[in-house]
């Protein structure tokens, strides 16, 4: 069957652009809607636990199954569904249900369509890229559009533009044909077998600290500008520039792993958000120095993402394939994403926005030397 391209990469341009909607303008919508910053970092970490858990269910269902796209689009509409409950949702523990719901089901979707991306990519899996480069190009322009929105009409817009995302998620993945995964020659054994190998620990662990480190940036970040004097509009310019560097490498991002091999990406991943977290902490006030630590986000989040989907590739074959996608997806952006909010959310009210930061960097140095000692050490 022929690489649907623009089907694939449409899926991952709304998918993208709703987490351009939801990741830096939620915490402002949270913070209109009266909760604290304890509560944003509470409410922030609901979407991230239920990455922990719904990947994985889903996950083992798509491998037995060997079907992934019913489960897209199954996931896609109830989501939907699911995300109708914002708009009449009134206090802490009604908002917390309705974000654990629609979140549950969002978050299944995303894995097994990586599973399915990589059984047509197959062999020219450097390729991958070049179809996840549409989702960046459906983040900048949702981060640009709905940052000027907000400056005219408020944030009262952003549930409507998410709903809307949401609903082009749902028509793409019907487009979308199954694909099944390729069985290898030989058989890896039981998941556990593979759970067991310390690079695969050590490779797992990588990714949860990476994506603690970020997690103050995703909740916080837009709040802690806004707070430093810059407009909505200029706030989404900046996500958006991060964004646009993101893409920039993922046009060569095959060339990278060609060249250089996933190992010394992600490494050098790491080592680049110690130095941008320790410059978001330190600079707010300096544009040099923002604008600086936004184009980094093309390395701690860009490059070492293409560099984890090649490993998760590289570990996880055949039938495992699914699982392997949920996994990383749970355990870096579920549990690292869910212990980084809600670590944050406390940080945050009792040290401040500079320290956590310096926390955040902190996470990613410890990331350097685990994947050093570690990570596909004998390549």
Same mark, same amino acid.
């Given at each position: ?186 058989? *890896?054994?039981?998941?556990?077998? &593979? +759970?067991?190998? $310390?690079? /695969? =620990? %050590? ?55 060609? *060249?250089?091999?996933?190992?010394? &990406? +992600?490494?050098? $991943?790491? /080592? =680049? %958000? ?106």
């Amino acid at each position: 069957m022929r690489m649907p391209y623009w089907r694939l990469s449409s899926f991952y341009f709304f998918y993208f652009a709703s987490l351009g909607a939801l990741i830096p303008f939620w915490g402002l919508y949270l913070q209109a809607r009266r909760f604290t910053p304890v509560e944003i970092g509470e409410l922030m970490a609901v979407i991230m636990v239920t990455k922990l858990i719904a990947p994985n269910i889903w996950g083992w269902i798509g491998d037995h199954t060997g079907h992934r796209m019913p489960i897209v689009r199954l996931a896609s509409l109830l989501s939907l569904c699911c995300f109708l409950g914002v708009f009449i949702a009134d206090g802490f523990w009604p908002f917390a249900l309705v974000m654990m719901l629609f979140s549950f089901f969002w978050n299944a979707s995303l894995p097994q369509f990586e599973a399915v991306t990589m059984s047509y990519l197959r062999e020219r899996i450097q390729r991958y890229s070049l179809i996840r480069l549409w989702g960046s190009i459906g983040f900048i322009l949702t981060v640009v559009a709905l940052g000027i929105m907000l400056d005219r009409w408020g944030v009262e817009v952003i549930p409507y533009f998410v709903l809307l995302l949401f609903f082009g998620i749902l028509i793409d993945s019907l487009l979308v044909p199954e694909k099944e995964a390729v069985m290898p020659e030989h058989d *890896q054994g039981s998941i556990l077998h &593979v +759970l067991r190998r $310390s690079d /695969v =620990i %050590a490779f797992l662990v990588v990714c949860f600290l990476m994506q603690a480190s970020h997690s103050a940036y995703y909740a916080f970040y837009s709040i802690y500008m806004e707070e430093a004097g810059y407009s909505s509009s200029v706030i989404g310019q900046l996500w958006a520039l991060g964004v646009i560097a993101e893409v920039g490498l993922f046009l060569v991002m095959h060339r990278l792993l060609h *060249q250089w091999g996933a190992r010394k &990406v +992600l490494i050098i $991943s790491l /080592v =680049i %958000a110690v130095v941008r977290w320790i410059l978001v902490g330190s600079a707010p006030d300096n544009l040099f120095l923002v604008l600086l630590a936004q184009v980094m986000h093309a390395a701690t989040f860009g490059t070492f993402h293409a560099a984890a989907i090649h490993l998760v590739h590289h570990y996880f074959i055949g039938r495992h394939q699914g699982r392997g996608q949920a996994l990383y997806s749970s355990i870096s952006f579920g549990a690292g994403g869910a212990f980084g909010s809600l670590l944050s959310g406390y940080l945050w009210s009792g040290i401040g926005p500079a320290a956590t930061f310096w926390i955040a960097a902190a996470y990613a140095l410890l990331a350097v030397a685990i994947a050093w000692r570690w990570v596909d050490r004998d390549k």
